[in-house]
């Protein structure tokens, strides 16, 4: 019996999460004993910080263990609509949030939520890796948009206009960015604004989950600019700024009609997240950015650290990420050179020799649509980046 009469089409086009599968293929090598450096891995190495913790104790000692309401525990939602007033003076209220098991899932419900097929949905490239398949699976057609180290990465608002079609329903970025760590300013932010506001079809998902990993000056939300405020749905979690991965909680902040057709989904899927999860979550949100700040800071210096070192090997160019926890080269100059008699033709071949030969895990850039780059993650602590720098330049030193 073959498996792909069992299997639906779908699965078998779906391709497999890049990161996940280096990070799998980085503890194989780990366990047959080679001493591996996990630059791979898109989460803070930090552990999530103990108040947080106590609240989640002490929301089970209070009997938080049940179902919760679909779009999220009202208290919960309450310190949402109070975070996005402080942190990004946005006003909304408990019925524009949907609170889901990870901003994976908020983005997911979105694109069921919105896509009819066919649809468009513009990414803006470098992407997020999930974003692809996330679109393809509600039956959307991905158009990118590329942007190259020499713009920093960062897409235009002339670029959006040209990629806009009558098909095109929504914009999808993250800034700060996964995986280039370049952060779009407010002009640049209301420049894409005034495009959209040119279509009051179209919408802009906006995902800020590495808001608080940013190293110079302020976030800014494309949902401040307040004529497109109403096309815009706010993508948020945990996950990065506290440490919080697998807690598994997103949200999003979204016109009404938006809110309730993701919590339709919802419902139907996997209903509300955790009752204890989100009780703590909300005693993050509601106090001082104490802890967020200090792994930023940890982050920054790391930053500068790897940055001053990778400056070092000619031929690698480099972008200023400003925020995230990720460096993200363009290694195209290294093309069609060889390592150990092996050729390296494109990013999966060097991301591969380079596990292989000097094993240190990344993640080549065609996961993020961006083939001539490789991202490298710096959530690991400062000896094993010292060290994989030094591996680095040794490799790329003896690449002919
Ligand atoms: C840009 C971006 N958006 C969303 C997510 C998903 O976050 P969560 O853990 O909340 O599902 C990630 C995680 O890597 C990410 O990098």
């Known amino acids: 019996m073959s498996l792909n009469n069992i299997l639906s089409d779908y699965v078998l086009n779906l391709n497999e999460s890049a990161t996940l599968k280096m990070s799998q293929m980085a503890r194989k090598l780990k366990a047959e004993g080679k001493d591996v450096i996990s630059l791979s891995i898109g989460e803070p190495d930090f552990d999530t910080p103990s108040f947080v913790n106590?609240?989640?104790?002490?929301?089970?000692?209070?009997?938080?263990?049940?179902?919760?309401?679909?779009?999220?525990l009202v208290d919960f939602r309450h310190a949402i609509v109070d975070k996005l007033k402080r942190d990004n003076d946005l006003e909304y209220d408990i019925n524009n949030i949907v609170v889901s098991n990870g901003a994976k899932q908020s983005i997911s419900n979105l694109c069921q939520a919105l896509i009819?097929?066919?649809?468009?949905?513009?990414?803006?490239?470098?992407?997020?890796?999930?974003y692809i398949e996330i679109v393809r699976l509600a039956g959307g057609m991905p158009v990118c948009i590329s942007a190259s180290v020499d713009n920093d990465y960062k897409v235009t608002s002339e670029e959006v206009k040209e990629a806009i079609s009558p098909k095109t329903k929504f914009i999808l970025f993250s800034s700060p960015c996964n995986p280039t760590g370049s952060v779009y300013t407010k002009a640049e932010l209301k420049g894409i604004a005034d495009v959209v506001d040119q279509h009051d079809d179209i919408f802009i998902v906006s995902d800020e989950i590495y808001e608080y990993i940013i190293f110079d000056g302020n976030h800014h939300s494309i949902a401040q600019n307040e004529h497109i405020f109403n096309q815009t749905i706010v993508v948020n979690g945990m996950s990065k700024g506290y440490a919080m991965t697998g807690w598994r909680l997103g949200y999003i902040a979204a016109p009404h009609f938006i809110a309730k057709a993701c919590a339709k989904i919802q419902g139907q899927v996997t209903s509300g997240a955790t009752a204890f999860g989100q009780k703590a979550a909300a005693t993050a949100l509601r106090a001082p950015l104490t802890a967020?700040?200090?792994?930023?800071?940890?982050?920054?210096?790391?930053?500068?650290?790897?940055?001053?070192e990778l400056r070092k090997i000619d031929g690698l160019k480099l972008s200023?990420?400003?925020?995230?926890?990720?460096?993200?080269?363009?290694?195209?100059?290294?093309?069609?050179?060889?390592?150990?008699?092996?050729?390296?033709?494109?990013?999966?071949?060097?991301?591969?020799?380079?596990?292989q030969e000097v094993h240190i895990a990344l993640v080549a850039g065609s996961a993020f649509g961006a083939p001539n780059c490789m991202r490298i993650s710096y959530?690991?602590?400062?000896?094993?980046?010292?060290?994989?720098c030094r591996r680095l330049q040794k490799y790329f030193g003896e690449l002919n």
């Open 292 to 308: 967020p700040i200090q792994m930023r800071d940890v982050f920054l210096k790391r930053r500068d650290m790897m940055l001053s």
């Open 54 to 72: 106590e609240a989640a104790k002490k929301a089970l000692d209070n009997g938080f263990t049940h179902y919760t309401p679909v779009p999220g």
């Open 379 to 388: 959530a690991a602590n400062e000896d094993q980046l010292q060290e994989a």
């Open 116 to 130: 009819n097929p066919g649809d468009e949905v513009i990414i803006f490239t470098p992407y997020w890796v999930s």
């Open 320 to 355: 200023l990420p400003q925020g995230a926890f990720y460096i993200f080269p363009d290694c195209s100059a290294f093309y069609g050179k060889s390592y150990n008699g092996k050729v390296i033709n494109d990013s999966n071949d060097l991301a591969m020799s380079i596990l």
